[in-house]
Nanobody
Framework: QVQLVESGGGLVQAGGSLRLSCAAS????????MGWFRQAPGKEREFVSG????????YYPESVKGRFTISRDNTKNTVYLQMNSLKPEDTAVYYC?????????????????WGQGTQVTVSA
């Protein structure tokens, strides 16, 4: 049974930073591409970043490029999302997700495993 547990969310002022963590339970963590998504009230779930199993390649949409950094530590079965220069429009529930293949995709339906989410609120 694969479990993903996010942590690190909270309330921060605009311009501030947060670091999210996602601890995974699967034994072959390096075989999974990992993604971070977010969902704001009344909006669809949005791809925020992704990373290949080896950590060699990362992906970001234009909305967060240059501000967010995804990384992973395969020895700790953990993926991170460093978020800098946060804006009020970054406010959402952030989810980590895993898919059993090395290919990162932006379609949330292709990720088989999801965490419970962690709230990030950015005040103006």
């Amino acid at each position: 049974q694969v479990q993903l547990v996010e942590s690190g969310g909270g309330l921060v002022q605009a311009g501030g930073s947060l670091r999210l963590s996602c601890a995974a339970s699967m034994g072959t963590f390096g075989s999974y591409a990992m993604g971070w998504f977010r969902q704001a009230p009344g909006k669809e779930r949005e791809f925020v970043s992704g990373i290949r199993g080896s950590g060699s390649t990362t992906y970001y949409p234009e909305s967060v490029k240059g501000r967010f950094t995804i990384s992973r530590d395969n020895t700790k079965n953990t993926v991170y999302l460093q978020m800098n220069s946060l804006k009020p429009e970054d406010t959402a529930v952030y989810y980590c997700a895993a898919k059993l293949s090395n290919r990162v995709v932006t379609n949330s339906r292709e990720y088989a495993y999801w965490g419970q989410g962690t709230q990030v609120t950015v005040s103006a």
